[in-house]
């Protein structure tokens, strides 16, 4: 059986909320993921979906360490990178990297693109300054960029170019891992599809494992291998993507995969429509989480929190109907 490559165990993080300025005090906790559990498999793209404030980039910037995570484990090999203190955990960074939504935002406007793709090389002592200029023009011409754009800055790029300057950057260092956060939600459809198209390319040039985080179901289907379903910080079913989306299982799932516009002509799918708004992570509601607004819910819902299950080959789900 193959090894894993990223294991999540347990993975928590809440953010407190302080009230007061002169007196301040402790008031509550945001549960923004609360005991997260999943495997990344070497070679594979696991997708993660879930509506917007469900901890989806707080779960991939936790493995990561961008964020120190409240309680829980990730381990990379058999390496516990939570454990790490923050020297030791920097020789793991060059494995471990990220594709960040907003790429103009992860940009240093003040420094040409060549210099930002370099300064990784730079950081982790592996070439000098005068050396990591020709591995940069390199991923430039991998990431469809031409050589004069190594001294241009990230003003004079559009969304897609910019983009093109996160991939190459997160590639600069040759990991293993990437989280991929939402990298084509702020461009143009036409511009989606050739960035999805290039990162396929690079997985199978580089041998790339990816975390992938979106919002958008067709996405997903597309480039995942297998997907995550997240709710208010929970993971509530996890399947192969085509199984997924055939046969999903939990009323949440049922939900989002019904708002999918149908490709076929004169098809139309039962939209679910649920009732109220996503509860406030600040106070989760007890037992199942989505029960407020399940049109499935029954009695044991709402005080017994659901065992995560395989309910078919490689199908789970966390749900009292199963």
């Known amino acids: 059986m193959t090894e894993a490559l990223l294991s999540v165990k347990g993975l928590t993080k809440y953010f407190p909320v302080i009230k007061g300025v002169v007196r301040s005090r402790l008031v509550g906790e945001i549960k923004a993921v609360d005991g997260v559990n999943f495997e990344v498999m070497p070679g594979e793209t ?17 493995v990561l360490r961008l964020l120190e995570p409240s309680g829980g484990q990730v381990y990379y090999h058999d390496v516990e990178l939570t454990s790490l203190r923050q020297r030791d955990m920097d020789r793991y960074r060059q494995k471990l990297q990220i594709i960040f939504q907003d790429p103009y935002a992860s940009l240093n406007p003040r420094i040409t693109v060549g210099d930002a793709i370099a300064e990784p090389l730079i950081a982790h002592g592996m070439a000098r300054r005068r050396d990591a200029r020709e591995r940069v023009l390199r991923l430039l011409d991998v990431v469809g960029l031409a050589p004069f754009h190594y001294n241009r800055y990230p003003h004079e790029f559009s969304g897609g170019q910019r983009q093109r300057v996160g991939i190459a950057r997160a590639l600069v260092l040759e990991p293993e891992f990437i ?45 995942s291998t297998r997907v995550l379903v997240m709710y208010l910080g ?89």
């Open 234 to 322: 929970k993971i509530v079913e996890m399947a192969g993507a085509d199984d997924l989306f055939a046969h999903p299982l939990h009323p949440y799932t049922q939900a989002l995969l019904s708002a999918v516009p149908s490709a076929r002509p004169g098809v139309t799918r039962a939209r679910i429509l649920l009732s109220g708004d996503v509860p406030s992570p600040l106070n989760p509601p007890a037992g199942c989480r989505f029960h407020t607004r399940c049109p499935q819910a029954m009695p044991q819902c709402k005080t017994e929190e659901p065992i995560w299950k395989e309910v078919g080959h490689g199908h789970y789900t966390a749900c009292h109907l199963y």
């Open 179 to 223: 989280v991929a956060d939402e990298p084509v939600s702020a461009l143009d459809v036409s511009i989606q599809a050739q960035i999805i198209n290039l990162l396929e390319r690079i997985q199978a040039e580089f041998g790339l494992t990816f975390l992938f985080i979106s919002h958008d179901l067709g996405v997903i289907r597309h480039i």
């Open 46 to 62: 696991l997708g993660l979906v879930g509506e917007s404030g469900c901890g989806k980039t707080t779960t991939g910037r936790l």
